[in-house]
């Protein structure tokens, strides 16, 4: 086998030479086409195609066509009534990834927007009320939440008694701590705070226990959990329940329990004698729950210690005792 090639001959043995090399060209070409097709389908080039994917702590969330458009949709996620978006983070940790489009169908921006509604929690720095370790609710600035605090202390104190309350606290353990809280919480004035407070912090129902009852079951019953039922009912016994026992269902919010202490001087029978005793009464949120006697008023005049002593038929009066009807003083009433 021969040919001529541009005049010249071309023995066999060249002519597979030659062929052999085209042969090797071609396959390196095609080899070649198909790299880069398959480099540019997979998004491997920088000409590939590449899509932002949205994870949340590490977990993927979403994938969206840009990076502008996650950074946009977090935007909108972090857009909130009365809070500007630099107030606004998450509890996750929010990062963003570039990947080949190939491999990662992109979401619409409802169906993005959806998932991370789901995933991500929006937090705003606050000045947190704790009690008992729950947030109650939060305030902007730590002065507005001490101010706060202060007017529950006044707005929990018994009514009319001002003047003799000598004792003011929470039962509770209330502090303030700045920290990240769902903008839900937080309220804008202390005002605001106070009366919603007031509102959702009382119990909002009463419960009596019946057969078969457990703590357990009423709280899962009237959705609160076995910590707030028990909170709620200090004196109960959370890992036995009586039957007929009547237990306080806690309202929205963990109960702010203001406890005031008042002294007040009651007149003893009969009336206008003069003998009077001192009283401690104990407050809860201005509902008195408790009464005790601290202290009696001095001993009677001359004159009626001395028309005492005219009556010998009483023993008291012969071992010297000055009032006669002392007796009278422990009388619970």
Known sequence: MSETVRGQYVGPEEMVRRLRRRLWLERVFWLLAFAAVAATYLGALPGGRR??????DGQPVAVVASRSDAERLMHDLKALPGLPSDKVSFAQKVTLHSVPASRNPVASDSEAMEALSQKLTPVTRAAAILAGGEIVLALPTEEQ?????????????????????????FRENVKIDTRDVPPDVLYPSAEAAVAKIVEASSPRAEYKIKAG????????????????????????????????EILKIPGELPPLTVIARAETTEELDPPGSGRTRKIRVTYENGVEVKREIIGRSAPLSPADLAAARRRPENPLVTRGVADPWRWRDEVTE
């Open 145 to 169: 939440a001490v101010t706060t605090l202060s007017m529950l202390l006044r707005e929990f104190s018994p009514k009319g008694q001002v003047d003799t309350v000598d004792t003011v606290y």
């Open 213 to 244: 009852d457990s703590a357990w079951k009423i709280a899962r019953e009237h959705d609160v959990t076995l910590g707030r039922l028990a909170a709620a009912n200090p004196e109960a016994d959370m890992n036995s329940v009586r039957l007929g």
């Open 51 to 56: 899509v932002t994917l949205i994870a949340a």
